[in-house]
C-alpha cells in the first residue's frame, strides 16, 4: 500500500492512523505472546524460561517534495526481547524443569504488567480509529457543500 | 492472521456484500469514464495546453480508478491473510471518498454542460 498516487497524499491523515493501528496490533500481538506463555519454563534449545517480549516504535519519515524529511506515521522497528527484568525461581521439585536444588526459572512476565499493558494498547487503537471516523467525517460533510 | 475471514457463511456473505460494492463502484466509474470521454472528445478548443481541462479530468479519474481497482485485489488478500481487519476497513471508505468526490465533480460536470446546451441563441 506504499504507491504515492495524489488519492493516498489527499488521504494522508487516513494513511498515518493505518500505520497506528497496525502498530498497535502488533502491539497487542505481542501482549498476548506473553500472556500466553507465562508459564513456559523451557524454551527449544535453551535452558532458559521464555523471555518476555517487548515491541519498539519508530516513526516513518516520508520525502517531501521539496527533498524535506517529515514524520508520516509509526512502524515497529523490533520485537525485541526483555533483558530488564530476572526471571523468578520458584521451588517445586516434582516440575520436570526443576534443577537439582528443586527451583524452577519462571518467565519474566508479569501477568498484572501485560494487562495495563493491553488496555494501553486497546486504547491507542481505538484511539486511532477514532481519527480515521473522523477523517471520513470530515471528508463527508466537505462534500455535502458540493451537493 | 486473519483466519476466522471466509471461514462459515458470515465469511462468504461479507465476501459478497465487498464484491457488490465493488461492482456497482466499477461500473458506475466506467460510466463516467465513458462520459467524460465523450464530453471530452467534442471539446477541442481548449486542449492546446499543456494542462487542459480534459487532461486534469482523465487524470484525476484515472487516480479514483486506481485507487478503487486497488480495493478490487482486497478480497483476495484479505483471504491470504496479508491485510488486517482495519486496513480492509480503510481502503474500503478511502475508495468510496475519493469515488463519491469525484461523482460529485461529475454530477457539476454534467450540470454545466445542460445548462450551455439549454442556453437559446
Known sequence: MNNSSSINKLFGGMRIAATGLNAERARIDTIARNVANAETTRMP????????????FAPIMERMANGQQMIGGVEVTEIAPDHSTMFEEIHDPSHPDADSRGYVKMPNVNTMKEMADLITAVRAYEANLSVQENFVRMAERALRLAE | MVNGI????????????????????????????????????????????????????EQGLQNVNSSVQDVEKLPVEVMKGEVDFHEVAARLKQSELSFNFALEVRNKFVDAYREIMRMNV
Do not use: C, D, W
Open chain 1, 45 to 56: 534449545g535453551t535452558n532458559e524460561p521464555y523471555r518476555r517480549q517487548a515491541v519498539h
Open chain 2, 6 to 57: 471466509g471461514s462459515g457463511g458470515g465469511g462468504g456473505l461479507a465476501r459478497a456484500a465487498i464484491e457488490a460494492a465493488l461492482k456497482r463502484q466499477s461500473q458506475g466509474l466506467q460510466n463516467m469514464q465513458n462520459q467524460a470521454a465523450s464530453l471530452s472528445g467534442s471539446e477541442t478548443a481548449g486542449a492546446e495546453g499543456g494542462t487542459s481541462f480534459k487532461n486534469l479530468v
